[in-house]
Nanobody, 124 residues
Framework: QVQLVDSGGGLVQAGGSLRLSCTAS????????MGWFRQAPGKEREFVAF????????RYADSVKGRFTISRDNAKNTVYLQMNGLNPEDTAVYYC?????????????????WGQGTQVTVSS
């Protein structure tokens, strides 16, 4: 069992930056690949970024590529999402998720554990 706690959201102006964090409970964090997803009002949840257990493999949605960076610190049981160049279209609730896998997973239904979400609002 893994429990995830998201944090770091807030209100930022367009062009600004935020860093989201997701801290996991338990001693098996390094066994899990991690993903970030987001859901805007009235829209379906969408994939944002993926990182494998070691951090050697990452994947990004085209909409965030070059602006967002996913990373992890297994010693701290934490995964991060550095978001730069934010625009109003990035406004959403952001969720981290965990899955025990060796292969990249880009679909939400493939993940086993979810954080509670953190709100990101980008003003124009």
């Amino acid at each position: 069992q893994v429990q995830l706690v998201d944090s770091g959201g807030g209100l930022v102006q367009a062009g600004g930056s935020l860093r989201l964090s997701c801290t996991a409970s338990g001693r098996t964090f390094s066994s899990y690949a991690m993903g970030w997803f987001r859901q805007a009002p009235g829209k379906e949840r969408e994939f944002v970024a993926f990182i494998n257990w070691s951090g050697s493999t990452t994947r990004y949605a085209d909409s965030v590529k070059g602006r967002f960076t996913i990373s992890r610190d297994n010693a701290k049981n934490t995964v991060y999402l550095q978001m730069n160049g934010l625009n109003p279209e990035d406004t959403a609730v952001y969720y981290c998720a965990a899955v025990a896998t060796l292969m990249p997973k880009l679909m939400g239904h493939e993940y086993d554990y979810w954080g509670q979400g953190t709100q990101v609002t980008v003003s124009s």
